[in-house]
């Protein structure tokens, strides 16, 4: 089992920046990839951001690139979710995930074996 606790939002003005943070702990070493996904609203979660964990490959949705930054930290096992230039239309909840899967398809919620709480960004216009 891994656990993961994802924090670091809040309400910030549009053109901020937030930096979301989410931590793994417990049987992490099989871990392939971790990534963040965000939920707004009566819409489905979608995908944001991911990372592989042997090639520190990063992705991204489109709506997201240029703006947001994933990165980690090997020693703390901690992702990092930098969102710079925020828009009103990225508040949601967003959500930590990882998956041990292999191979897998990345973007894609059903590739994820765990889930953090989720924290909430909240964009002002």
């Known amino acids: 089992q891994v656990q993961l606790v994802d924090t670091g939002g809040g309400l910030v003005q549009a053109g901020g920046s937030l930096r979301l943070s989410c931590t793994a702990s417990g049987r992490t070493f099989s871990t392939v990839a971790m990534g963040w996904f965000r939920q707004a609203p009566g819409k489905e979660r979608e995908f944001v951001a991911a990372?592989?964990?042997?090639?520190?490959?990063?992705y991204y949705a489109d709506s997201v690139k240029g703006r947001f930054t994933i990165s980690r930290d090997r020693t703390k096992s901690t992702v990092y979710l930098q969102m710079n230039s925020l828009k009103p239309e990225d508040t949601a909840v967003y959500y930590c995930?990882?998956?041990?899967?292999?191979?897998?398809?990345?973007?894609?919620?059903?590739?994820?074996?765990?889930w953090g709480q989720g924290t909430q960004v909240t964009v002002s216009s």
């Open positions: 995930a990882a998956t041990q899967k292999s191979p897998l398809v990345i973007v894609r919620e059903p590739s994820y074996d765990y």
């Open positions: 990372i592989t964990l042997s090639s520190d490959s990063t």
